[in-house]
């Protein structure tokens, strides 16, 4: 058990929907980082966050945005989803922002996300 | 950009050795990580490397050379628990030295 977690464990919706997935990251970890896994596309990371401040975007679609709070949860919130949007978002989280030891990054369960 | 090339699949027997090699091209390299995932699970911490050489932690072991641009995991003694897929990951000034952009997987997968 990492210490991150996320919630929930599944969702299944519809094409056209709009859902939020929740991240709580371990106890004093300020970073948090969103993660998409697909089977065609492995792991890509989407956005990271630090002490409440957007820091990195990477292959995130506009479709998709996040935020995290001051008590330190993040929340990715996917809308008009497509039947591609259908993969495992993981969290994950780290100490600080930059590199080194301290930014070593920890992943939650993960949500299991499917659109039909 | 940043592009990482690992083996698809590796197998390998209980109690034998196996390297899974990784190399990448990135611009301002920062430090390498390897993951491990079991089947639908989430990606657990192995090891980091930011500086040429061996890191040892138990049965696993990890390597880097910054001049070749390459690096790999080294697993011992393998155990049946030991499949699953491992991911190298680097980190990279382009994102920021944090971020980690990974390659698409090595699959283990050991046999009695």
């Known amino acids: 058990d990492s210490g991150v977690t996320q919630t929930p464990k599944h969702l299944i919706t519809a094409t056209g929907q709009r859902v939020t997935l929740r991240c709580s990251p371990r106890?004093?970890?300020?970073?948090v980082y969103w993660y998409q896994q697909s089977l065609d596309q492995g792991l890509q990371f989407l956005i990271h966050?630090?002490?409440?401040?957007?820091?990195a975007k990477g292959n995130i679609l506009e479709r998709f945005s996040a935020q995290q709070f001051p008590d330190l949860h993040s929340e990715l919130n996917l809308s008009s989803l497509e039947l591609g949007d259908s993969a495992l978002y993981f969290c994950?989280?780290?100490?600080?922002?930059?590199?080194?030891?301290?930014?070593?990054?920890?992943f939650g369960p993960g949500t299991r996300l499917t659109v039909l | 950009g940043q592009s990482l090339e690992q083996p698809s699949e590796v197998t390998a027997v209980e109690g034998a050795i196996v390297q899974i090699n990784c190399t990448y091209q990135?611009?301002?390299?920062?430090?390498l990580s390897w993951y491990q995932q079991h089947d639908g699970g989430a990606p657990t911490f192995l090891s980091y490397?930011?500086?040429?050489g061996l890191e040892e932690t138990g049965r696993f072991s990890s390597f880097l050379s910054r001049s070749d641009s390459y690096g790999y995991l080294l697993l011992q003694e393998l155990q049946m628990k030991d499949s699953a897929s491992y991911f190298c990951?680097?980190?990279?000034?382009?994102?920021?030295?944090?971020?980690?952009?990974f390659g698409k997987g090595t699959m283990l997968l050991v046999s009695p």
């Open positions: 994950a989280s780290s100490v600080g922002p930059s590199g080194g030891a301290e930014s070593t990054q920890y």
């Open positions: 106890s004093g970890d300020l970073s």
């Open positions: 966050y630090y002490n409440g401040e957007e820091r």
């Open positions: 990135t611009s301002g390299f920062y430090g």
């Open positions: 490397n930011a500086l040429d």
């Open positions: 990951a680097v980190r990279d000034l382009s994102s920021g030295y944090s971020t980690l952009t």
